[in-house]
């Protein structure tokens, strides 16, 4: 379940990070150029650990094998998540109807019931389809910091600064606080440690409609 996990947590942001360079394609400020921040996490992460690149290619390795045996509980894999609520002002303490928004997205998305579905990209029509993975919404911890804004470092994934993730084997967690930059989000990559997985949202890009 954690790999299966990891790989949906990855899949997760690759989904914000795909919509978010078809909005922003005619913008050219920096800001806009920085949507994304997965792939700067990960060097920073393979920097850090060398044997970090073992670790993804062997949860790839376990991924396919269990893609191939079919493991599946009437045909979906379900994934609790948990939302971890990072607010400074009212705005940044997103509703309920707004996480439940993004819940839904991602269903939508990785159950090939977008209604841009019919849109996808020559690239990669020949494998989109419905993955059989559903998001259930399981709770929403919400504190509030300090903090004006959160980076990279990981620091909203702390109990000191942030909120720890809850379960992280078995629960995909997701953070929405107020991210600096111009980062709209990030994620980690499969082979990381557990205290860290999960997704981080600026908490303007999270939702159909942000704050």
């Known amino acids: ?9 990855a899949l997760v942001m690759l989904f914000s990070c795909q919509n978010d360079t078809a909005e922003t394609a005619p913008e050219t400020s920096a800001v806009a150029k920085r949507g994304c921040a997965s ?17 993804m290619s062997k949860i790839e390795a376990f991924t396919e094998k269990a893609m191939l045996s079919g493991r599946l509980v009437n045909g979906k894999v ?7 609520v990072l607010y400074r002002t009212a705005a940044e303490n997103i509703s309920l109807e707004q996480i439940q928004s993004q819940i839904d997205v991602l ?7 977008n209604s841009d579905f019919t ?36 620091a909203m994934k702390s109990a000191n600064k942030g ?14 606080c ?8 990030y994620a980690q ?8 997985d999960g997704v981080v949202m600026d908490n303007n890009a999270f939702g159909r409609t942000g704050t």
Request: charged content about 10%; glycine content about 8%; overall charge neutral.
């Open 78 to 84: 379900e994934i609790p998540v948990v939302v971890n």
């Open 178 to 185: 107020n991210l600096g930059g111009g980062i709209l989000g």
């Open 39 to 55: 792939q700067e996490v990960l060097a920073a992460q393979m920097k850090a650990d060398p044997t970090l690149a073992l670790r």
């Open 189 to 196: 990559f499969p082979g990381g440690s557990s205290a860290t």
């Open 107 to 113: 269903n939508e998305d990785f159950n090939a019931t």
């Open 163 to 176: 909120i720890a993730p809850t379960t992280p084997t078995t629960v995909l967690n997701m953070w929405s």
């Open 1 to 9: 379940m954690k790999k299966i996990l990891l790989s949906a947590a």
């Open 119 to 154: 849109s996808t990209p020559a690239l990669f029509s020949g494998v989109a389809a419905n993955v059989g993975i559903t998001f259930v919404l399981q709770n929403v911890v919400r504190k509030s910091t300090r903090t004006t804004s959160f980076s990279t470092n990981d």
